[in-house]
């Protein structure tokens, strides 16, 4: 759907480079991404001659399991309550090798979400928990229908939890986090 609105020229792709929307991303370095080039090894089968022939690899949507989703948390002081923002989305793209075992998982590219908002309202999410498929894409991101982690908090170094802590310091440090947002809104209250 994403990669629709981008041929439809709804949406602008950014650089993965920087996770602040500055740099667009050409179509043709995004096609190159997205549809690579790879030489394989051919057997003609009538004359038995082995030849290298150059091949496009589609890639498959289907290969996108998972989204990385930048957001900002800030509190609203006129209804003294947190408030979250989502300002971009990235689609994780997972490289198998032969087997079918998961390689790794890489984004694509960002969209900035208040951007592509309207054409994300425009479609149709597929969901358990709208069965008769009234919700649309942007529904399920405002109403928060996700699973999900923290990745990264603004630092002066501009670095992710993985790159300072193991896998599992990671996850207790993520939950630190999401239960200091949540301290942070209870303590305002008082009883």
């Known amino acids: 759907m994403l990669e629709n609105g981008i041929r439809a020229g709804a949406i602008t792709p950014y650089s993965m480079e920087a996770d602040d929307f500055s740099t667009p991303m050409d179509t043709a370095e995004l096609y190159k991404k997205l549809y690579q080039v ?20 589609d890639y498959n949507p289907e290969d996108v399991l998972r989204y990385r989703i930048k957001e900002m948390w800030y509190f609203d002081k006129q209804h003294s309550t947190m408030q979250v923002r989502i300002l971009g989305i990235a ?3 997972i490289s198998k090798d032969e087997y079918g075992d998961i390689r790794y998982e890489s984004p694509l590219f960002w969209v900035y979400y208040p951007d592509c908002r309207e054409w994300l309202a425009h479609h149709k999410a597929p969901t358990a928990h709208q069965p008769s498929g009234l919700m649309t894409w942007e529904d399920l991101f405002e109403m ?5 982690y923290i990745m990264k908090e603004t630092n002066i170094h501009g670095r992710r939890l ?11 440090e993520a939950d630190l986090l999401k239960q200091s947002l949540f301290n942070f809104e209870h303590d305002l209250w008082s009883y």
């Open 38 to 57: 790879d030489t394989i090894l051919v057997n003609d089968p009538e004359t038995g001659i082995a030849y290298y022939q150059v091949v496009r690899l």
């Open 91 to 93: 689609p994780l793209f």
């Open 144 to 148: 928060r229908y996700f699973d999900s």
């Open 162 to 172: 993985r790159d300072y802590l193991n896998d599992q310091d990671m996850l207790t």
